[in-house]
């Protein structure tokens, strides 16, 4: 049996490197804590003071200060000892005694664990996380945790897997976000032994006669870094390690590989005063034995997110054995075993603000803990995951959002239905507007009514990808559904029109060439697009005339009514009904081609007209077109962007009587001191419109001048401030 531990050992170990510490607190928490346990024997048959006593000196070990080592003492006492928060409020105080009683809640939160499932691992640890205000009640569980998994196998054997399990999906995780990398390795080592007996010891076996193999040449290696060291007159020291049990067995397993194929397998350290001196161990190192390629990390430029710093390398040694070098400095070694701990340790003459400056999170998480918590998930001032809020729904159900979350994401996160109906929000029991953000520990209460609609405007304040994505969908779908209507009857108008001969509309037609023609995904999609102007029906349809081609006769192209044609010819032939093709607007002027269309005459496009590339996979539809002498005048779309001031709209016009057109419409948007203006003018031909845009660019004020209407400011497509000027 181990020697039982003395609390004058601790006393000694703890003056030892805090010589000013309150000896009189550790000695009453001490006298207190086993005069409380009195009596009590752990399943070893020990006494159960040994516990408190052992923890205590994990704590001494991680070079804590005396009232984490007095909270140490004193833990279990809240749950185990007939002491009440009275009388050790009244002995040490209230931190003393709300650090215990934090603890305390903590055995209460794993009561909960153990009936859930082990896919709740996360959200336990953050949970954890989010419900502890000082870091050192973290440090003593973890203290606490390691003893009992030091003495777990006196427990029976379901009990013994149980408290194993957690220890690997609650404790050891945490250790490991703390940057504890020497507790987290007992941690995992101690629970995989429980849980995986007959694994472990085989892989522990094996490991050892690799080792016993290698160990002429670990020798021989650590020497000769040794001698690098000498030689180039750096200080520092080496060290050899093997990776820890676990971690192999989990590296072996998630890669499906065997213990030679393990790079990390061997490793040495190299410890040395300065980062300066890190780089040149690395450039030394890799001189003498050549590096695997891809395997050289530098945490010390991007250290890991739990602080960790070090130089890793893989190199190959003599006979091609693998083997891995970490070069850290002295700083980055206690960091990387103590993580969080070796920031709050005390250390004699160091001033601890300077100290924690290097971890501006860290501080922020000792800050405040003088408050005495109330509800113990109120006043959250520890935030290991600066990123994240923790919301509860009014059941205490937890809501983990990122930051700056607000009820319209927390509402979206329960359930997209709850999102898309919620109308206002309690949040601890406050009305509060929608676009509030929330704190960790807000208790969120959303109200909803089945007549709400999710709104443009949230998406100016949501900050989730789901509930941004919710409103979008839902949006997109009630806004293009009026759009979609017409773009299918419109369709279904020119289907007839083309002689489709449909019974019932564009059901009976293969729509599929004329999707994947225009790179659309569902039908809907497609009709929305004709329904917003954005594809004409016939140029949809003109994909199906291909399947069923019927012979294009000029027989096919009707005479046109007079007067509503335009001045072309076609083939010398002046009496075609022609019409001027919406897409490119020819004018007078303009270089132009006719496309002859199914029963509506000749298109006139502009020669450069984008659209009517598309349409040349019919090359013998084409024919040769020319203005004809015939005067005309003929409507031409623009738009204007200006600066918004007074008499703007009425410069802009006067310009456009100035070059002898006339104003058909009219639509007029402002924004943010900014204009936009869609205009449709008469003119005769182009020399007439290129005189009009002219004239209207260089009205003072005018920024921009562009063919065709924009969509800008989209008010403009829904003309709110029509004007008919000049007609
Ligand atoms: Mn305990």
Known sequence: METLPRFDDILEQVQAYMPSCDEDLLRRAYIFSAMAHQGQVRANGEPY????????????????????????????????????????????????????????????????????????????RRMLLASIEDIRVLLVKLADRLHNMRTLHFLEPNKRRRIAQETLEIYAPLAHRLGMGKIKAELEDLAFSHLYPEEAQKLSQEMAARREKAAAAIDAIRAELAALLAEYSIEGEVRFRIKHLYSIWRKLNAQGISLDQLFDFLAFRVIVGSVAHCYAVLGLVHQRWRPVPGRIKDYISVPKSNGYQSLHTSLLGPEGLPFEVQIRTRDMDEVAEKGVAAHWLYKEGRDPGADHHRLAWLRSLVEGQQESPREFLDSLKLNLYPEEVYCFTPRGELVRLPRGATPVDFAYAIHTEVGHTCVGARVNGRLVPLRTVLKTGDIVEIQTSPNQVPRRGWLDFVVTARARSKIRAFL???????????????????????????????????????????????????????????????????????????????????????????????????????????????????????????????????????????????????????????????????????????????????????????????????????????????????????????????????????????????????PRTTQAAGS
Not at 94 to 121: D, F, M, N
Not at 519 to 534: I, Q
Not at 640 to 646: I, K, N
Request: glycine letters at 8%.
């Open 49 to 124: 003071l040994v516990h408190p006593l052992e923890v205590a000196r994990i704590l001494a070990d991680m070079r804590l200060d005396e009232v984490a080592i007095a909270v140490g003492l004193l833990h279990d006492l809240l749950e185990d000892t007939y002491v009440t928060e009275e009388s050790l409020a009244e002995q040490f105080g209230e931190q003393i005694t709300g650090l215990v009683k934090a603890l305390t809640k903590i055995s209460s939160l794993e009561q909960s664990y153990a009936a859930r499932q082990a896919a709740q691992a996360e959200s336990f």
């Open 476 to 718: 997109n779908k009630a806004e293009k559904e009026p759009a979609r209507q017409l773009g299918r009857k419109l369709l279904e108008r020119e289907a007839r029109r083309m002689g489709f001969g449909l019974k019932q509309g564009l059901d009976g037609l293969n729509l599929k060439e004329a999707l994947a023609q225009h790179g659309f995904a569902r039908e809907e999609d497609l009709f929305a697009a004709v329904g917003f102007g954005k594809l004409a029906p016939r140029e949809v349809l003109a994909a199906l005339v291909r399947e069923r081609p019927e012979p294009i006769l000029p027989s096919k192209v009707r005479p046109l009514p007079a007067g509503d044609s335009l001045a072309v010819e076609v083939r010398g032939d002046r009496d075609l009904l022609t019409f001027r093709a919406r897409c490119c607007q020819p004018l007078p002027g303009d270089p132009i081609v006719g496309y002859i269309t199914r029963g509506r005459g000749v298109a006139i496009h502009r020669r450069t007209c984008p659209n009517l590339r598309r349409l040349s996979l019919t090359p013998e539809r084409k024919v040769e077109v020319h203005w004809s002498l015939t005067a005309g005048s003929y409507p031409m779309p623009f738009h204007v962007f200006f600066e918004d001031r007074p008499g703007m709209l009425a410069a802009i016009s006067q310009a456009i009587t100035n070059a002898g057109s006339n104003i058909r419409s009219c639509h007029l948007a402002t924004e943010d001191r900014c204009g936009v203006v869609n205009l449709e003018v008469d003119v005769s031909g182009r020399e007439q419109l290129d005189q009009v845009l002219s004239l209207v660019r260089r009205v003072p004020g005018v920024t921009r001048v562009g063919y065709g209407f924009t969509q800008a400011f989209r008010q403009v497509l829904r």
